[in-house]
């Protein structure tokens, strides 16, 4: 095994809350795919092999906790459209599910990997990848054999709306029995989007009980559009994460902030819908553990960058650029319940990000540049 110091590092960001957070002058060494050591360049270790980062600042790579990339189609003229004047609403889904249904497996997964290929340009190492453009029991099960031969972190999303033509409780009860038997396989997560128009709380409820039953973990779309139960659910069933979390009341904050539930903010959909942005200074302030995410999707968020999710929610959510690359690697990795991503220190996995700038701030300060000069993970 070689081991290889990273030295001249002029500024290591570690995404680490609990430890050295941030490190100037810094050096890391990485061992078999692993960190082995990072602190200051003055006492760094003797290596098999050194490469100078020239000043630049290191981060782990992005953790993009939540996305949906398995699909076909277009949208260009809903986007079109909406920007002419025309508001959201759930059910531009549809659109994506007729055409996603149409495509053959080998388009599917060559689209999807072509966008985790996008993502990784702009520093992205771990991405979670949602089912729910399927909406048939088969449809849904290779949409997540497709995404669980590309990610570790699949989420069955059957529950993402009701199909064209569908009485809501026959498909909540597919969704329940045979669609979650043939999906649960190929998944890790569970998740429905609690919405008015998509599905309600006894709904929301039914359907993740019915995933964790058959071992998968709860995760929520909510409270992104209106002011609903989602984030009151994820945290009574103990979901890793809840969605958007757009609209929410003072009892929802203060849920979030009391539990392990992680409030996922996914800017992206709110600029792609020219909608109100969520407050991360309240749920931060409240002391919520927030995330951020793409949302990367065709209908409400065709973004596949976290650094255009970071400028953001700097410039429109109130949030710090050290909070905002902070939820874009730990936050993200918090609502997956990952240990071994999203931070830089002894023992977890080397995914890093070189900046060609001298501080993660610049991911903010010079929005929509291309600062990701490469990429190891
Ligand atoms: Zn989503």
Not at 332 to 351: C, E, I, K, Q, T
């Amino acid at each position: 095994m070689t081991a290889k110091l990273i030295d001249g590092i002029g500024l290591l960001y570690t995404g680490d809350p609990t430890g050295a957070e941030e490190i100037e002058h810094a050096a890391m060494v990485v061992e078999d795919g692993r960190v082995v050591w990072t602190g200051s360049a003055a006492e760094a270790p003797d290596a098999d092999e050194r490469e100078d980062a020239g000043g630049r600042c290191v981060i782990p790579g992005f953790v993009d906790s939540h996305a949906h990339l398995v699909f076909a189609g277009d949208r260009t003229p809903e986007f079109d459209a909406r920007m002419s004047g025309q508001p959201y609403t759930a059910g531009g889904i549809r659109t994506t599910v007729a055409a996603t249904r149409a495509a053959g497996d080998a388009e599917l997964a060559t689209r999807a990997a072509a966008l985790i290929a996008e993502m990784r340009r702009q520093g992205t190492t771990t991405v979670e990848i949602k089912s729910g453009y399927g909406l048939t029991v088969e449809d849904e099960r290779r949409s997540l054999e497709i995404a669980s031969g590309l990610v570790d972190d699949t989420t069955y999303l059957g529950a993402h709306v009701v199909p064209a033509g569908t009485d809501a409780d026959d498909y909540v009860r597919l969704v329940t029995g045979e669609m979650l038997a043939a999906c649960a396989p190929y998944a890790k997560w569970v998740d429905v989007f609690c919405e008015r128009g998509a599905f309600d709380g006894d709904q929301t409820r039914e359907i993740l009980r019915a995933g964790i039953k058959a071992g998968l973990q709860p995760r929520v779309h909510a409270n992104q559009l209106t002011e609903g139960p989602g984030v009151r659910i994820a945290v009574e069933l103990g979901a890793a994460s809840a969605d958007h979390c757009t609209h929410l009341s003072d009892a929802d904050v203060e849920a979030l902030a009391a539990s392990d539930t992680v409030a996922t903010l996914l800017p992206g959909a709110e600029f792609s819908t020219r909608s109100p942005y969520p407050d991360a200074r309240r749920l931060i302030d409240a002391g919520a553990t927030v995330a951020i995410a793409t949302d990367c999707n065709p209908g409400s968020s065709f973004t596949s960058s976290m650094p255009f999710c970071i400028a953001l929610a700097v410039r429109e959510m109130r949030m710090t650029p050290l909070e905002a690359v902070r939820a874009a690697t730990y936050g993200g990795a918090r609502a997956l319940r990952r240990d071994d991503v999203g931070v830089l220190r002894p023992g977890s996995r080397a995914d890093y990000a070189v900046l060609d700038a001298p501080s993660y701030v610049h991911l903010a300060y010079r929005p929509g540049v291309p600062l990701v000069t490469s990429v190891s993970s």
